[in-house]
T-cell receptor
């Protein structure tokens, strides 16, 4: 079935560096991709909605200059955490709509900033 | 703003017993209500969903009920098994320009005791 492939699954980076997370839709075109953040034992918080070929829409309180989203093609959306700090450590997960079949999630990326 | 409350936050049941998780949403325009199961460190998996034109939906041991007037919906798991142990999230959404934006509940950690 339709799958969203998310990479990397885990990443450890130094404070101040940037990290890019990729989500690719396999076997379908994802015109819209949602990016979520999930803290331990908490729910998924929507960060932004990315649309292919246009600027992402960010939720209130999410810094767009810190969390850069690019959706340059119908099968790829990326989230770049810039100048990462320890408080950015979290589980990041994307979700895309499968045509006529609801939404599917990527496998998630656990980011640890040291 | 839009909000989804979910209760209880933790739930322990004996194997074979039933489990019920309840969610209340604030946006009366919400018309689609999926339930997700998330095992530790893994992606959320859709287990059942219901649309606003239906009051109840069942799939084997899992059922969902919706009360639009009261703006709440519930997940019912019967004959629980140890493999049902996971975190369950409800979500409420509505279509905006053809895109569903999910607002997730806070999650329920279900433990099924053997």
């Amino acid at each position: 079935g339709a799958v969203v492939s998310q990479h990397p699954s885990r990443v450890i980076c130094k404070s101040g560096t940037s990290v890019k997370i990729e989500c690719r839709s396999l076997d379908f075109q994802a015109t819209t991709m949602f990016w979520y953040r999930q803290f331990p034992k908490q729910s998924l918080m929507l960060m932004a909605t990315s649309n292919e070929g246009s600027k992402a829409t960010y939720e209130q309180g999410v810094e767009k200059d810190k969390f850069l989203i690019n959706h340059a093609s119908l099968t790829l959306s990326t989230l770049t955490v810039t100048s990462a700090h320890p408080e950015d450590s979290s589980f990041y997960i994307c979700s895309a709509r499968i045509p006529d079949a609801g939404y599917t999630f990527g496998s998630g990326t656990r980011l640890t900033v040291v | 703003g839009e909000n989804v409350e979910q209760h209880p936050s933790t739930l322990s049941v004996q194997e074979g017993d039933s489990a019920v998780i309840k969610c209340t949403y604030s946006d009366s325009a919400s018309n689609y209500f999926p339930w997700y199961k998330q095992e530790l460190g893994k992606r959320p998996q859709l287990i059942i969903d219901i649309r606003s034109n239906v009051g109840e939906k069942k799939d084997q041991r899992i059922a969902v009920t919706l009360n639009k007037t009261a703006k709440h919906f519930s997940l019912h798991i019967t004959e629980t098994q140890p493999e049902d142990s996971a975190v369950y999230f409800c979500a409420a959404s509505k279509s905006t320009s053809g895109t569903y934006k999910y607002i997730f509940g806070t999650g329920t950690r279900l433990k099924v005791l053997a």
